[in-house]
Each structure stands twice: as C-alpha cells, then as structure tokens.
C-alpha cells in the first residue's frame, strides 16, 4: 500500500468570472481537511497485480519485437553485410551536408512555424507546382512533417475515426497497420499477387505483381475512409502504371468518404522507361489525395526525418492541426538545409545535367550490381521499376529443417519459411536481408514464403562482398544443407 504523504496548503480559489484567465475577483473555495485531500492523491492498491501499468488498448499487439529488432542486431552480431534495413551506408552529398551547416551557423537554430518554415513550404510549392499541374499555395497546401512516418500518423489521425477502414495493399510497410490501430481504424488487407512460378529462374520484373481487381472493388464499403497507396513499392519495386492508378481512382471516387494517402517517398528512384505518376494529378483525385514525400530518401539524410505533405486545404489544414499538437515544429536549419537542396538538386551535378539524373543512374548501377550478386546466389530477382529494394525468389535453395523448427521473440509462430530463409542466409552466408512476411496480415504471410527482400542503397564494397559471400555460401554449403535433411518448402 502507498504511503499518505501530508500537504499544508488545504484552501483552493478558482476564477469568479466566467471566460479563460479572468482574474477580477476570486473567492475561496471549501477547505478541504487534510486526510480528504491526501485521498484525492492516494491509490490504494490490495495487491500489486492491481496496479494497471498499460499499455493502453491502441498500443496491444506492439510489445513484440519488430522484424528490424531482431535481423539488424543479428547482421551486426555476425558481421554479416546488411541488405536487409534501407538506409544508404554511404557519405550523404556534400552539397546537403553544406547546406545543414550553412542554416547553423546562419542561426536558424529556434523554433519555426509548426506547418513548417516558409522558405522551404515555399520551396516545395515551387519544387512540386508543375508536378502536380497547379500553382500550390505555400501555406495552404505544403506542410512539413517529422519524416513520412510522422506525416501518416498526423494524417491518419486527422481522418480516421475508430470503426472506419482502411485499405492497405500488401506487401505494406510494417508502420502502415501499426498507426491505423491507433487511430482506432480497421485495416482491410488488399495483396498484390506475387508473379506466378515458372520453370526458368532468370530475373523478371516487378510488373509482374498485380492487383485482382474483383478483390479490391469488394475490400470498398460505406465505412471505407481511407486508401493508402505506395508507389513506387516497398518492397517490391512495383511502379504503378497510369492505367492501374485510374482504375483505382475510379473505384475510390465511387465511395463518397473514401480519401486516398499516397506515400511517394521512391518518386526520383524509377528506372528504365517507367514513369512515376501522381494520383493526384488524375481528374477528380487532386481533392481526394494526400501525398507524402521526404528529403530521406532522396538526399541520403533519412536520419534527419524532414517529410512533407501536399494536398488540397482542408485535408492539409487537419494535419496542421493535428501536427500543432503532436510535433508542434520540425527541425528548422534541417528544413532550411532541404529548401536550399531542393534548388542545388536541379543543377548539374558529377558530369549529370542535375542531381536527379545522378541519382537515376547511380541506383540504376546498383540495381545491376545486386541482381547479380542475387543471381550468384542462386535467387532468382524480381527486376524493381522503382525505389531501392529487391524482392528475390528463394524457393530454389533448401532450408535446412533445424532453421524452420526454431521460434525467436519477434518471429511469426510457427516460423515461416522466409524467416527461417533469412536467418539461414544472415547466419551462414553472412548476408543479411528482411523476410518479406513481416509486411502481410496474418493470413496472407505464406504468400512470401518464398520470397526475401534485398536493398541495393549501399555502397558498392558492401554488395560485392554480399556477392563474393554468395559464391562462397553456394559452393560449400550445398553439402552441409543436403546432410541436415530439410526441404525448407513444408
């Protein structure tokens, strides 16, 4: 039981007039004795397993390690070269770093206006206006958030109330389903059907993940608030065609609630001739549409979490709402660094007419560096159009039994296969990638059991060590995984 801890002052006054601080007259309040008071502040408790320490109903399910809890300690545990998390393990531009230092030492080091810092909400207007085929008003339409992650979660809190749905199309980033549960939101789980097997095991592309269409048209329903879209695709890579994107639009402005989140952060990674469109560019979408997008990614500075939402007034003036609340102000010499960026991005830069087109063709590069590696290993790649990550096929290499028989705090029970495939790899081969499973709903992780993700946003030492290992893993480890006796496809 808690002890009573005395107090001496037992009067309390409150305002006489009626309206916040209005301070004319006061008159005392009923003294209150002593032990009444002290049992306002005292819980009495028969037992200690009483004592409710949460956490609160929103946060259930959470207290399980994460996927990237378990493989990132693992991969440093082993020195084994980390494929799995996305973030670029090189030096970030020297023009971004320049610009960073610039906005200290220039003093923008206090606080800024909490829908973000006119230089770079106006940065943005001018940066995304002929993107988006409007004049964008800097103030009305472009808020600067803590990061996409924190972007969604303003957003989301913004505009979903507990009981509505949201659709979320699969594989879906692990953050996607977390912060609808908080909302009080239901996810309403969409996969993109992963390309059909087939006898040749050469690298396909990522146009191969599709949509059924009955599937989605049915996942709708009057109590359907919210879509969430990703494209560019993490993991698979997929870019959506215009063709796909209409066909969604189509059926999202059939339900009169129904709002669409577009998580754009891939938009200057796409490949080959594919194009990255705008949802919200579509007739009829731009009053629809949040879109979300980071300097993160593109810059290499995904530690500085400067995100940004663009969208039509209302919809931005929720999130400014909620974020004056939440964040209340983003980092302002960072903000004030991605202003200046988004300029020196559009010169020429490394014999490349801009930043842009270096970054293109520097990911394009690697792209080709890891299928290859890949490809020693045995996987069979599916081909990104867009963003940073490969999804290979791994149904081709045995895992051994002991792998798929073992449980770890964050993994699914019982263990997958592409769990078991990952850790198999990051223990043996030294590699280290993320099990794709971790991105479906319960009942749709055996659609990845063959399956792993890869990110080439590393340096190129690091990829063709991944691929020296593979050659390595590939020639003296068939004989110990033919002797451990399993399958690795039960």
Not at 62 to 84: H, R
Not at 174 to 185: F, K, L, S, V
Request: glycine share 6%; hydrophobic share 40%.
């Amino acid at each position: 039981m808690l002890k009573t801890v005395g107090f001496v002052r037992t009067s309390f006054i409150l305002p006489c007039a009626p309206g916040p601080g209005s301070c004319a007259s006061f008159r005392p309040r009923a003294v209150v004795p002593p032990s009444s008071l002290a049992s306002l502040f005292t819980r009495h408790m028969s037992s200690e397993e009483e004592f409710d320490s949460g956490p609160a109903d929103r946060l259930k399910g959470f207290e399980k390690p994460t996927v990237w809890q378990e493989f990132t300690p693992l991969a440093a545990q082993v020195k084994a070269v980390n494929l799995g998390q996305g973030f670029p393990d090189w030096p970030t531009p020297s023009f971004c770093k320049s610009a960073a230092i610039n906005a200290i030492e220039s003093n923008l080091n206090q606080y800024c206006r909490s829908g973000g810092l006119p230089a770079l909400t106006s940065a943005l207007a001018h940066h995304y206006s002929p993107l988006f085929e409007r004049e964008l008003n800097a103030e009305k339409e472009v808020t600067v958030s803590v990061g996409v992650s924190e972007g969604l979660f303003a957003a989301i809190h913004s505009l979903v109330n507990p009981g509505d749905e949201v659709i979320l199309i699969e594989p879906a980033f692990d953050i996607y389903a977390a912060q609808i549960q908080m909302a009080g939101g239901t996810c309403v789980h969409v996969p993109l059907r992963p390309p059909s097997s087939s006898i040749s095991f050469s690298p396909s592309s990522s146009t191969s993940w599709h949509l059924d269409w009955g599937e989605l048209s049915a996942a709708f329903s009057p109590r359907t608030r919210l879509l969430l879209l990703n494209t560019p695709q993490n993991p698979t890579g997929k870019v959506f065609t215009r063709e796909e994107l209409e066909k969604i639009s189509s059926l999202v402005q059939a339900h009169p609630r129904a709002l669409v989140l577009s998580d754009e952060v891939y938009e200057n990674i796409t490949f080959d001739e594919h194009q990255h469109t705008r949802l919200a560019t579509l007739p009829g979408m731009w009053e629809r549409t949040l879109t979300l997008s980071s300097a993160g990614k593109t810059f290499s500075v995904t530690g500085w979490k400067i995100g940004w939402l663009i969208g039509p007034e209302r919809l931005i003036g929720g999130v400014m709402c909620c974020n004056q609340w939440v964040q209340f102000s983003v980092a302002t010499p960072l903000q004030a660094a991605v202003a200046e960026m988004l300029t020196k991005a559009k010169e020429p830069y490394e014999g490349f007419p801009s930043y842009y087109a270096w970054l293109k063709e520097e990911y394009s590069r690697k792209r080709s560096l890891l299928i290859d590696a890949l490809t020693t290993a045995g996987l069979k790649p599916f081909v990104p159009e867009g963003g940073f990550f490969i999804v290979a096929d791994t149904s081709n290499i045995t895992v051994p039994s002991s792998y798929l028989w073992e449980t770890t705090p964050a993994s699914p029970s019982p263990m997958s296969r592409d769990w078991a495939f990952c850790r198999f790899m990051t223990l043996e081969a030294g590699v280290a990638a993320i099990p794709p499973s971790a991105f479906y709903k319960e009942g749709h992780k055996k659609l990845a059991e063959n399956h792993a993700r890869f990110a080439f946003c590393k340096a190129d030492e690091s990829i063709l060590e991944a691929k020296t290992r593979f050659g390595r893993w590939k020639k003296e480890g068939e004989r110990e995984r033919e002797d451990d006796g399993g399958d690795g496809k039960a």
